[in-house]
């Protein structure tokens, strides 16, 4: 695998990505984070089992692609260094099986990585009949009811908040022993949705 690209273009996406790794995870492969160049661009995936994480760059955002190729490299080492590297372009080469170089001028990092088939498989898809909601509107709805979430892990399902879809309307429900908060919600977009009548979405999601 070899490339050039921008510095902020590859921080942001490598930003992005590195929010599902957990600094908790034991499983060397999942502290790190996938690079994997194909011809379309660049794909970078990250996990920590409870949430999966993959950002694309598309092809005409990547200067130079001259090799193609895979390799998982430890997602905090990545990050700080590419954030601290001047604003220019980066070279990144993976030779000697999984050893990651990185270049600019007047610099050199080596990254040992991980064999990328180590590293589970995400299936994250599009679904083709998504619910859409104003960002702003969302993080409203998440804030307003996060509060009441539950902190004890004996109980899971209250570590989360339950979206419920009625008709037009979203509700959003969180839960502790002694404190319940629902918030109704008609500020949405719904395109067709087949989805079930309601999913709880985890504390941990939400605070990305």
């Known amino acids: 695998m070899k490339f050039i690209i921008k510095k902020n273009i590859l921080l942001e996406n490598l930003f992005n ?57 430890s997602g905090k080492y990545i990050v700080e260094i590419i954030r601290k590297l001047p604003d220019s ?15 600019t001028e007047g610099s050199e990092f080596n990254l040992n990585g991980i064999d990328p088939n180590e590293f589970p498989n995400l299936d994250l898809e599009e679904t083709k009949n998504p619910i859409i909601l104003n960002p702003v509107v969302f993080k409203g709805i998440i804030n307003q009811t996060f509060f009441a979430t539950s902190i004890s892990e004996t109980r899971p399902l209250l570590t989360g908040i339950n979206f419920k879809l009625v008709g037009k309307l979203v509700f959003s429900i969180s839960k502790v022993a002694y404190i319940s908060t629902v918030l109704p919600l008609a500020s949405i977009v719904i395109v067709n949705s087949p989805l079930s009548p309601g999913f709880i979405l985890p504390k941990s999601i939400t605070l990305l």
């Open 17 to 73: 990505t590195s929010k599902a790794i957990s600094s908790k995870n034991l499983i060397p492969i999942l502290t790190g984070i996938k690079f994997e160049l194909t011809e379309e661009g660049l794909y970078l995936s990250a996990s920590d089992s409870d949430i999966s994480i993959r950002t694309f760059i598309q092809k005409d955002m990547i200067t130079k692609i001259e090799r193609l190729g895979s390799v998982v490299i």
């Open 89 to 103: 372009e980066i070279m990144i080469e993976v030779i000697d099986g999984f050893n990651m170089i990185i270049q």
